[in-house]
């Protein structure tokens, strides 16, 4: 994983390249600049890799359950040296995706999507990639000293269907049914959903933590049935690094930890951030932490009921299920290769950190107990779709349905750019109090029943040791429609 290299030359225009591996195994390469067209654009290649990825959704040879794909979110930052970091504006077209792979620019130009173009699986290299960034919207003349670097994150595609929250089970303050005991509520739109006590309308149990049992969930709210993509794992140290080292010096002081324990090694030296345990996941984030990262990557936080759809997809609920879909569980019992990039549980068989055993007392690097691609989801801890570590490892942070702030979420994305204290300020979007955030899937210090069905609607703005997991989601410009099929564990 490369995590910074320098380079400058002239073709009308000043370009000093930094390639940021920021995901699993993510890797991004010859960041080039291809040509400029004066007072308008500029071309830009790179290339990108990436191990564990898949797509099954196309007719004919390879097509299976789940029916989705894996995808790498795609942006530039850039900088008129020596100055700060800005989002890079991208055009609506005059990409260039290579032969085999699909490119798909958002349409606010925050960045692209790019993933296989045919049904696949296995590690997925894209050469010769190209973006069009339009250096004249975002205010850089032909001839300015700029520096540009591009970032990945891994995603999976979540199609658009119907699928049920709540598992029938004894968590606390779990979905159902009202009119029934404990029967899954069935979301078949995005229309608005009535809350309460009427037969057929979507209830949950008054627990201290549960949330007010206000409503409705308005249409605008995202309900996951809605295609979207989210985060195929946890954000790592490494990642977060990459994000620091971007910011002004007033946001930066806002945003880091400055923890050293429960494998926080998130450092500065020289005015750069790094760390000795780079794919680790981070933990020490608190809400202002991870939505400042969503904003910043133009992603958005997941909804508690997207968060649903990810672990379980269109499969019928089992009570008290973890993530993959089943109730066996195995602990992490100790680390293997610590700190490097094949870190992994040392116990075999081990599919959730929880617990907080002795040997392990953090969470352990993004990934390492699954491939991430279709396969066995209990062995792995997969969720339906492909994502990783949902049930334990770091808390999910979703936006909760059990407050008036949680609610007022419409699902907007951020723009790249934070406020002058490194703040996301996304209009709807939780504030830094937390106001609207709620905790789901548990942590590496968590008892096992944390990891399943139970709610939080708990309202938590500081950073803590037992972290928090950043989970992004964002939408393409046009949604494909998803086939359903049961993948079996």
């Not at 004066?38 to 290649?45: I, L, R, T, W, Y």
């Not at 106001?435 to 548990?442: E, M």
Request: glycine letters at 14%; one cysteine or more.
């Amino acid at each position: 994983m490369k995590r910074g290299m320098g380079q400058r030359y002239w073709l009308g225009i000043w370009l000093g390249w930094a390639v940021a591996a920021a995901a699993n195994q993510i890797q991004v390469s010859q960041l080039t600049l291809l040509s400029i067209s004066p007072g308008s654009h500029m071309q830009v290649k790179f290339d990108l890799a990436w191990d564990n990825s898949w797509r099954c959704d196309q007719l004919g040879e390879g097509r299976s359950a789940p029916g989705n794909w894996d995808a790498a979110w795609v942006f530039l930052k850039y900088r008129v040296s020596p100055g700060d970091w800005h989002h890079a504006t991208l055009a609506a077209n005059g990409h260039v995706a290579p032969n085999g792979v699909a490119l798909d620019a958002t349409t606010d130009g925050m960045g692209a999507w790019v993933y296989r173009a045919a049904n696949g699986s296995g590690t997925f290299t894209v050469n010769d990639a190209q973006l069009r960034w339009n250096h004249a919207a975002d205010g850089v003349l032909d001839g300015d000293p700029v520096e540009l670097k591009l970032f990945a994150i891994e995603m999976v595609y979540v199609p658009t269907g119907a699928f049920k929250v709540g598992s029938g089970g004894s968590g606390d303050s779990e979905f159902y049914e009202s009119g029934t005991s404990s029967q899954p509520f069935l979301i078949a739109s995005e229309n608005a959903i009535a809350v309460g006590t009427s037969a057929g309308q979507l209830y949950y149990a008054s627990t201290e933590y549960g949330g007010d049992r206000g409503g409705p969930i308005p249409a605008a709210f995202p309900k996951g049935y809605a295609a979207f993509y989210g985060m195929k794992t946890e954000i790592s140290q490494g990642q977060y690094c990459d994000f620091l080292n971007t910011l002004t010096s007033v946001q930066v002081t806002n945003r880091y930890p400055e923890q050293s324990t429960y494998r926080h090694a998130v450092t500065t030296s020289g005015g750069a951030y790094t760390s000795a345990n780079w794919y680790v996941a981070c933990n020490f984030m608190s809400w202002a932490d991870l939505t400042a990262y969503l904003d910043w990557a133009g992603l958005r936080p997941m909804t508690e009921l997207e968060f649903e759809k990810a672990c379980r997809g269109n499969r019928d609920p089992v009570p008290n299920e973890y993530a993959w879909g089943g109730t066996s569980i195995t602990q992490a019992t100790g680390i293997a290769n610590a700190g490097k990039a094949n870190e992994t549980a040392s116990n075999a068989g081990a599919n959730a950190v929880y617990g907080s055993h002795a040997s392990v007392q953090g969470p352990l690097r993004v990934g390492c107990l699954g491939l991430g691609s279709p396969g066995n989801r209990v062995a792995t801890g997969a969720g339906y779709w492909g994502m990783l570590e949902l049930s334990g490892n770091l808390w999910e942070r979703p936006v909760t349905v059990g407050n008036a702030a949680g609610r007022a979420f419409t699902g907007l994305h951020g723009n790249g750019v934070l406020n002058v204290n490194g703040e996301a300020d996304v209009p709807h979007w939780p504030g830094t109090n937390a106001s609207g955030a709620g905790f789901r899937g548990g942590i590496w210090g968590s008892a096992a029943s944390f990891l399943g069905a139970p709610r939080t609607a708990l309202t938590r703005r500081t950073r803590t040791p037992n972290a928090i997991r950043l989970t992004a989601v964002a939408v393409f410009g046009s949604p494909r429609a998803g086939w359903n099929e049961n993948w079996e564990t």
